[in-house]
T-cell receptor
Framework: GAVVSQHPSRVICKSGTSVKIECRSL??????MFWYRQFPKQSLMLMAT?????????EQGVEKDKFLINHASLTLSTLTVTSAHPEDSSFYIC???????????FGSGTRLTVV | GESVGLHLPTLSVQEGDNSIINCAYS??????FIWYKQESGKGPQFIID?????DKRQGQRVTVLLNKTVKHLSLQIAATQPGDSAVYFC???????????FGTGTKLQVIP
């Protein structure tokens, strides 16, 4: 149980375009979701935390107008990378809080390449 | 802060030996700690967790030790297998489960 489905797994886009990444909780309600970015051979860096129905809380240095997060339902959160540039190329991973005391579950990640 | 430009430390162990992966955490107020395994191109996979009021927890072939005095966490894997080869991250949780901070990670290489 407690599965998060993340799509797409890979996406290649042209510089200047926008890309949307979706994360769905399949068998539980995800009131809190987290979005991470991971560069090669580095750790996961938290970008933002979103609670259903509220505005996302962004970490310092993350541009909220560039990385749009929507968490409009208890089973879906989306991250939209707007006006993507090659430096936005990275591995993006979502995570959901399953419940207090039950930990977190992660999506399978999205490899974004901006050309 | 970000670990920009750093390479993951690597631990190489012989198949069948025990592995010990270490992690230093930063926030003394963290109340929950988790070890994750990440294979190439995939999301992190839960291994084991421990609460701050405990100092040891055992799972199947894995043990987590917590030393709050020196803010140190370790993951012990018994009888390491080739399938254990991956990158291992510790994570500290604070703020009422609202903040999860990952450590820098260790790459485990199992030599057959």
């Amino acid at each position: 149980g407690a599965v998060v489905s993340q799509h797409p797994s890979r996406v290649i886009c042209k510089s200047g375009t926008s890309v949307k990444i979706e994360c769905r909780s399949l068998d539980f309600q995800a009131t809190t979701m987290f979005w991470y970015r991971q560069f090669p051979k580095q750790s996961l860096m938290l970008m933002a935390t979103s609670n259903e129905g509220s505005k996302a809380t962004y970490e310092q240095g993350v541009e909220k107008d560039k990385f749009l997060i929507n968490h409009a339902s208890l089973t879906l959160s989306t991250l939209t990378v707007t006006s993507a540039h090659p430096e936005d190329s990275s591995f993006y991973i979502c995570s959901a809080l399953v419940g207090q005391g039950r930990g977190y579950t992660f999506g399978s990640g999205t490899r974004l390449t901006v050309v | 802060g970000e670990s920009v430009g750093l390479h993951l430390p690597t631990l190489s162990v012989q198949e069948g030996d025990n592995s010990i992966i270490n992690c230093a955490y930063s926030n003394s107020a963290s109340d929950y700690f988790i070890w994750y395994k990440q294979e190439s191109g995939k999301g992190p996979q839960f291994i084991i967790d421990i609460r701050s009021n405990m100092d040891k927890r055992q799972g199947q072939r894995v043990t987590v030790l917590l030393n709050k005095t020196v803010k140190h966490l370790s993951l012990q894997i018994a009888a390491t297998q080739p399938g254990d080869s991956a990158v291992y991250f510790c994570a500290e949780v604070s703020g009422g489960y609202q903040k999860v901070t990952f450590g820098t990670g260790t790459k485990l290489q199992v030599i057959p």
